[in-house]
């Protein structure tokens, strides 16, 4: 049988928004595991274990197949890996990847450690702090990894605020909010949370930032206490009228806060202010994870537009047929639902 060379095909890529019949030669109309790359096609390979040893694989018996969130964090000796799990109660639960050798076997083999659980609530964030990391879902306190303990545990300090008693006698704050967030994170050495629900009162547009931390570690964990004179915590409204608070992202030495309808950088300024927020443009973000920076840049995913912005000006980078294409495949016709 002779070979027929079929040239120029993928010199396109694909286009799956055009009628094939029209579509020139060397262009495909559909594609399914396979990558375009400087006019050429190649077959995308397939995951390979982690562990190539598979008696040395971790046993994923009771574990649960859906991930709904994974972090790794390093110190002086490695890097570790921490993932949540979705069980079938409906519960999530928090698993550390525990690796003894570098090439796990049947005598020392690789395993998954629970840190924490079961947990209720919404989706997970969560960052590398010093040595440690600090995971959030909405549902109860964040949460700080205790590296002595090796256990997940609420974080230190969290929703402790004064009363009027504890500051004339110069007391510890005694009044627990029972606060929670729907996103956590660092700027320079504060943590800023947004979203804020405390004993019950839920505040879409606050943003709430700690006393500075001495240190990135759990012994350190700084003061929430924004009614006590002797901290530099405090409060704002951010974004009010233009939606919720949807996420928040460090770009150089701003945070960059997000709504539905727009965003605002924060930076601290220190003095009797402690932070300045500074309204941008009326461009939002659609989840809890439709922000990446890169380049010093922010790349976002609002509910009807996708753009990049260096902080000032927002550069729309899929319109028209782009735009309309991915939307189209995420399944809603008026905006997006993603965490």
């Not at 040893?53 to 570790?80: H, K, N, Q, V």
Request: charged residues 20%; hydrophobic residues 35%.
């Amino acid at each position: 049988m002779p070979f027929i060379p079929l040239r120029g095909y993928g010199a396109a890529g694909v286009i799956q928004d055009t009628p094939s019949e029209t579509l020139p030669q060397g262009t495909w109309s559909d594609a399914l595991n396979v990558r375009f790359n400087g006019g050429h096609i190649s077959k995308m390979k397939e995951s390979a274990p982690v562990v190539a040893d598979e008696a040395g694989r971790p046993s994923t018996a009771g574990l649960g197949t859906d991930c709904r969130f994974t972090i790794t964090w390093s110190d002086g000796f490695s890097t570790y890996l921490a993932a949540v799990f979705r069980k079938d109660d409906g519960f999530d639960y928090v698993y550390r990847w525990d690796q003894r050798t570098d090439t796990p076997d049947a005598t020392n083999p690789a395993k998954w450690e629970l840190i924490g659980g079961p947990y209720g609530g919404g989706p997970w964030q969560g960052f590398e702090w010093g040595n440690t990391f600090i995971i959030n879902n909405g549902a109860q306190a964040p949460l700080i990894f205790n590296r002595d303990a090796q256990a997940l545990e609420p974080l230190p300090e969290w929703g402790l605020v004064s009363t009027a008693d504890d500051i004339a006698t110069g007391s510890a704050p005694s009044n627990d909010t029972k606060a929670t967030c729907r996103w956590i994170g660092p700027l320079r050495n504060y943590l800023v949370a947004i979203s804020i629900t405390e004993e019950g009162d839920r505040q879409t547009n606050k943003v709430w930032w700690s006393n500075p931390a001495a240190a990135a570690d759990i012994e350190f964990a700084p003061s929430w206490d924004y009614e006590s004179p002797s901290t530099l915590s405090g409060q704002s409204e951010v974004g009010v009228g233009f939606g919720n608070l949807i996420t928040a992202a460090q770009l150089n030495d701003n945070l960059i806060i997000y709504s539905d309808g727009d965003c605002t950088a924060m930076s601290v300024v220190g003095g009797r202010f402690v932070m300045q927020f500074r309204r941008l443009f009326n461009k939002g973000a659609a989840g809890l994870h439709c922000v990446a920076e890169f380049e010093n840049k922010h790349f976002v995913i609002a509910r009807d537009q996708i753009y990049i912005h260096d902080g000032s000006t927002p550069e729309l980078i899929a319109q028209d047929r782009v735009e309309r294409e991915f939307y189209k495949r995420l399944g809603k016709k008026d905006g997006i639902e993603v965490y």
